[in-house]
C-alpha cells in the first residue's frame, strides 16, 4: 500500500509564518511544498493563483470533513493528510 503523503502541514507553517511576519525558506527548500504546488496549480503556469489556493483548500476542506456537517473537528483534523488527487493535481491514490 502506498502512503499518502502529509503535504497540508508545509502550508499551514507558510501561512503561520506569514502570519507572524517571519522570514521563510528558499522555495526549493522543500519538496513536499514543491509538490504541493504542482498539485494546486490547475493551469500549470508554476504559480498558484488565489482562485487555484481556495479551489484547492475548498477541496481540501470537503475532503476531511467526513460527517460532512460543514464544520472540522479534531478527529477529522487529525486525517490531515493531502489527497493527490484534485481538480487540477495529477495523480491518484
Known amino acids: 500500500m502506498v502512503k499518502r503523503v502529509l503535504l497540508i ?3 499551514l507553517a507558510l ?27 490547475r493551469d500549470k503556469n508554476g504559480k498558484v493563483s488565489r482562485a487555484e489556493f481556495m479551489a484547492f483548500m475548498a ?3 470537503d475532503r476531511l470533513d467526513v460527517n460532512k456537517d460543514g464544520e472540522l473537528d479534531v478527529q477529522e483534523l487529525t486525517r490531515l493528510q493531502v489527497s493527490p488527487k484534485h481538480p487540477g493535481g495529477s495523480g491518484s491514490r
Open 59 to 61: 477541496a481540501e476542506f
Open 9 to 11: 502541514a508545509p502550508v
Open 15 to 41: 501561512l503561520a509564518t506569514a502570519a507572524l511576519g517571519q522570514t521563510t525558506r528558499p522555495v526549493n527548500a522543500d519538496p513536499e511544498v514543491k509538490r504541493l504546488l504542482l498539485m494546486m496549480d
